[in-house]
């Protein structure tokens, strides 16, 4: 089993910036794309960015792309997400994920281990 924390969001003027972290445990050597993603109220969950285990390759939604960036430490089994010129529309709860997959991965289904989630408020 992997766990995974979440931690860094909060309330954010629109344009600032935030940085969310993940932090990973347990058998961590079974985790190789990670995954972040966000949940709106009333909204489907849906995807952010991954990035895969080397930590080379990124894919974002069009929706962040240029705002969000993914990075990953794995030795310290942490991978962040610093966000950028936000926007009220970024809004939601985030979510950390761990993939068995090895390369980049940006269905949720194919996501085997999950965060508890945190909130990020961005005021306008």
């Known amino acids: 089993q992997v766990q995974l924390v979440e931690s860094g969001g909060g309330l954010v003027q629109a344009g600032g910036s935030l940085r969310l972290s993940c932090a990973a445990s347990?058998?961590?050597?079974?985790?190789?794309?990670m995954g972040w993603f966000r949940q709106a109220p009333g909204k489907e969950r849906e995807f952010v960015g991954t990035?895969?285990?080397?930590?080379?390759?990124?894919y974002y939604a069009d929706s962040v792309k240029g705002r969000f960036t993914i990075s990953r430490d794995n030795a310290k089994n942490t991978v962040h997400l610093q966000m950028n010129s936000l926007k009220a529309e970024d809004t939601a709860v985030y979510y950390c994920?761990?993939?068995?997959?090895?390369?980049?991965?940006?269905?949720?289904?194919?996501?085997?281990?999950w965060g508890q989630g945190t909130q990020v408020t961005v005021s306008s």
């Open positions: 994920a761990a993939s068995t997959s090895w390369g980049t991965v940006t269905v949720g289904n194919e996501y085997s281990y």
């Open positions: 347990g058998r961590t050597s079974s985790m190789y794309a």
């Open positions: 990035i895969d285990r080397s930590g080379i390759n990124t």
